[in-house]
């Protein structure tokens, strides 16, 4: 069974930048479309960036968009998430998901199967 494992988050000031990773426990990852998605307290789990299995598509919520790159490099079975100019609205705990097959909506859940533990984001002078 595919595992994820974030990791990247921490505490950064608003206007700094983070990167975060996704690697996969098996040499498969290129096998699957990959999304972040983000949940703060009180607040519903959110679809942030998609990839598919290529990199050749991606997909971003339209309150990251211009702000975070995702990225991938299979051969590394890694994916990222490259954050710029956060804001204390980014601040959440942050997971990756795993796709098989067709995705056609990639930022909603309902379309991964596995799932990481999530890494925390902090946004806060």
């Known amino acids: 069974q595919l595992q994820l494992v974030e990791s990247g988050g921490g505490l950064v000031q608003p206007g700094g930048s983070l990167r975060l990773s996704c690697a996969a426990s098996e040499d498969t990852l290129h096998l699957y479309t990959i999304s972040w998605f983000r949940q703060a307290p009180g607040k519903e789990r959110e679809g942030v960036s998609s990839?598919?299995?290529?990199?050749?598509?991606?997909n971003y919520a339209d309150s990251v968009k211009g702000r975070f790159t995702i990225s991938r490099d299979n051969s590394k079975n890694t994916v990222y998430l490259q954050m710029h100019d956060l804001k204390p609205e980014d601040a959440a705990s942050y997971y990756c998901?795993?796709?098989?097959?067709?995705?056609?909506?990639?930022?909603?859940?309902?379309?991964?199967?596995?799932w990481g533990q999530g890494t925390q984001v902090t946004v806060s002078s």
């Open positions: 990839i598919n299995s290529s990199g050749r598509s991606t």
């Open positions: 998901a795993a796709a098989t097959g067709t995705v056609v909506h990639a930022l909603l859940q309902y379309e991964y199967t596995y």
